[in-house]
């Protein structure tokens, strides 16, 4: 296995949404975008 010498980014932006109220509780949406993957979204 090669080891790393540099950083290596994967994580390119956050995004995460105002709060809504669902149900008597405040959620938000908690969106990641990846290098090499895309996006990937969570619910908070």
């Known amino acids: ?3 790393l010498n540099e ?3 994967l994580v390119e932006k ?3 949404s ?3 109220e669902v149900d008597g509780q405040k ?3 908690l969106t990641i975008h ?9 619910l908070e």
């Open 7 to 9: 950083q290596t980014v």
């Open 27 to 29: 959620i938000q949406r």
């Open 18 to 20: 105002e709060p809504v």
């Open 34 to 42: 990846y290098k090499f993957i895309g996006a990937l979204e969570t």
């Open 14 to 16: 956050i995004l995460v």
């Open 1 to 3: 296995m090669k080891e």
